[in-house]
């Protein structure tokens, strides 16, 4: 087989990796509204990220890995955590208090935008052209499309909310990028890693804020909160750490356009809802915009 065809094979692998991602985080957002029902936001991400953290740990040791032993590499996952889980989330959790989740989608999905002028004024880590500008441009219109226009009615009337919402899409694009810097771990050490440090974080808050030990979470929020753990968080980042890797910043970045597909396809499977014109040509606009993005740069 010539190094062009293993490429192409290559590179199918890794796009399939990015939808099963956008899969695992799309379908969080259902285990959420499960979870949350018994379980404050905050208890609620502390547990996502010390049991994602804890299963992580189990799979590294299977691996015959080690947590690294050096300050440096500790103080770079710290940061991560913050940008990747920590920060982003509760501000979603919070914002998502005031603003309409259709709302939120749109503006969660700005990520890609934001990693590409970081990388092009800034940073320059990577080959920034104007098909992955448009391919950008393209996935943010089918997300949309998919979630409907009427979600931009809303658009200004929360706004501390809504900036605080797309501030958390800025931290997702940054941990993008940041999470670069680990090319000296494996995908496994750098997940583990950085949901310890996300933990020892988010537990002391939760403590001090819903004092979880008064709570009464129902089996079923319990089972939802694992879910969102274990496949959602711990295995999705396990991609998301090879992805940074393979695909680049602006490629990883680009699964939160098929974020939006994967809840509207959950929506067909399990509610048997329809799928309109507007929202095919939606879900087009994504996939083509995801194709644009990671699409290899001829030579």
């Not at 309409?100 to 990577?126: K, M």
């Not at 939760?206 to 089996?219: A, K, Q």
């Not at 699964?255 to 095919?280: D, F, H, K, N, P």
Request: aromatic share 8%; proline share 4%; net charge positive.
């Amino acid at each position: 087989m010539s190094a062009t065809a293993d490429k192409a094979s290559n590179l199918k692998i890794e796009i399939l990796l990015l939808g099963l991602l956008a899969l695992l985080w799309g379908s969080s957002y259902l285990f959420i509204k499960v979870a949350v029902a018994t379980i404050p936001p905050f208890t609620l991400i502390a547990m996502r990220v010390s049991i994602a953290g804890l299963f992580l740990l189990v799979v590294m040791w299977g691996q015959g890995a080690r947590l690294p032993a050096d300050g440096r590499t500790w103080r770079l996952l710290l940061v991560q955590a913050f940008f990747t889980s920590a920060a982003p989330w509760t501000m979603v959790a919070w914002g998502q208090q005031y603003v309409d989740s259709a709302l939120v989608g749109v503006l969660n999905s700005t990520s890609p935008i934001f990693v590409f002028f970081i990388t092009f004024f800034f940073i320059r880590h990577e080959a920034m052209s104007g098909r992955k500008l448009a391919g950008a441009l393209l996935g943010i219109a089918g997300v949309v499309l998919i979630v409907g226009v009427d979600a931009l009615r809303g658009l200004g009337q929360e706004v501390a909310a809504q900036l605080t919402v797309l501030f958390a899409a800025l931290l997702y694009g940054v941990a993008a990028i940041h999470g670069k810097r680990f090319s000296h771990l494996s995908p496994t050490v750098t997940a583990a890693g950085t949901m310890l440090c996300a933990t020892a974080c988010l537990v002391p808050l939760s403590l001090l804020i819903d004092r979880p030990w008064t709570l009464s979470p129902s089996p079923v929020s319990l089972l939802a909160a694992a879910a969102l753990a274990i496949f959602c968080t711990g295995g999705a980042l396990l991609i998301y750490f090879r992805l940074v890797r393979t695909l680049g910043s602006m490629g990883v970045a680009s699964q939160a356009y098929l974020r939006a597909g994967v809840s509207v396809m959950l929506g067909v499977i399990i509610l048997g809802e329809q799928i309109t014109v507007v929202v095919g040509l939606g879900l087009l606009a994504a996939v083509l915009g995801v194709a644009a993005i990671n699409m290899p740069a001829r030579r």
